[in-house]
């Protein structure tokens, strides 16, 4: 019986240390930016909205999943427990971008509303705003 429950136990440690390992992987690459990734694409935010607004099957196949450098004015910032997240302001009030900073990433001085910012993420979407994750500060 002890040999029995010595291979038990051996195998389910083994188990045990493949999930640990294979959930490490999955949540500590959620958890990273685009900081050192170099943008694919670099656009202003009114260019961005209109090919979203235009045709937005066409704007998905360029932008999604893709590292965008956008630049704008700072609309609004909103903080929650785990992201934070920069709004910055379209042409109208009803669109703009949205981006979703992962914390512990901290928020530059000069991000005030009304301020102009350049910021990098990942496209994954657009929601009446265009949405950006895993976002970065470009300087």
Known sequence: MSRKFTILLTGTLVLVIIAFFAWQRVFRESETSVALEKPEIIIDLPD???SFQMNEDSANSMFLGKVIQVSGEIYDITEDSATYSVY???QNDLTGVM????KP??????AVAGAKARIKGICSGYLLDVILNKCAWVD
């Open 105 to 110: 990433s901290s928020l530059p001085a000069s």
């Open 48 to 50: 961005l909205l209109d």
């Open 99 to 102: 981006c979703v900073f992962n």
């Open 88 to 90: 910055l302001k379209g």
